[in-house]
């Protein structure tokens, strides 16, 4: 059973820092390609930011780009987000995703396995 676990996210204010991490087990990742996708209340799944599971590929929504950045740990299985200069519209619920092959994607479709979701809220 693949399991992608969140960590806790939090209330930021305005300017702030918080990163995110996301435990993967189950399988084997290291043919996969990760991802962090956010929904805000009302709105559709959006995609922020994926990472191959070797690293050598990043890709951003230009929403995130310079303040975002992904990364990951093979040896924790582990893929985090470092948010930078957060701001009230980042606010919404973030997803960890995995998909069954080693190129990334924005879209959160071709994603086979999710986390639970983690609250991010952006507010003074």
């Known amino acids: 059973q693949v399991l992608l676990v969140e960590s806790e996210g939090g209330l930021v204010q305005p300017g702030g820092s918080l990163r995110l991490s996301c435990l993967a087990s189950g399988r084997t990742f290291s043919g996969s390609a990760m991802a962090w996708f956010r929904q805000a209340p009302g709105k559709e799944r959006e995609f922020v930011a994926y990472i191959t599971w070797s690293g050598g590929s990043t890709y951003y929504a230009d929403s995130v780009k310079g303040r975002f950045t992904i990364s990951n740990d093979n040896a924790k299985n582990t893929v985090y987000l470092q948010m930078n200069s957060l701001k009230p519209e980042d606010t919404a619920v973030y997803y960890c995703?995995?998909?069954?092959?080693?190129?990334?994607?924005?879209?959160?479709?071709?994603?086979?396995?999710w986390g639970q979701g983690t609250q991010v809220t952006v507010s003074s």
């Open positions: 995703a995995a998909r069954r092959h080693s190129r990334g994607s924005y879209y959160y479709t071709e994603y086979d396995y």
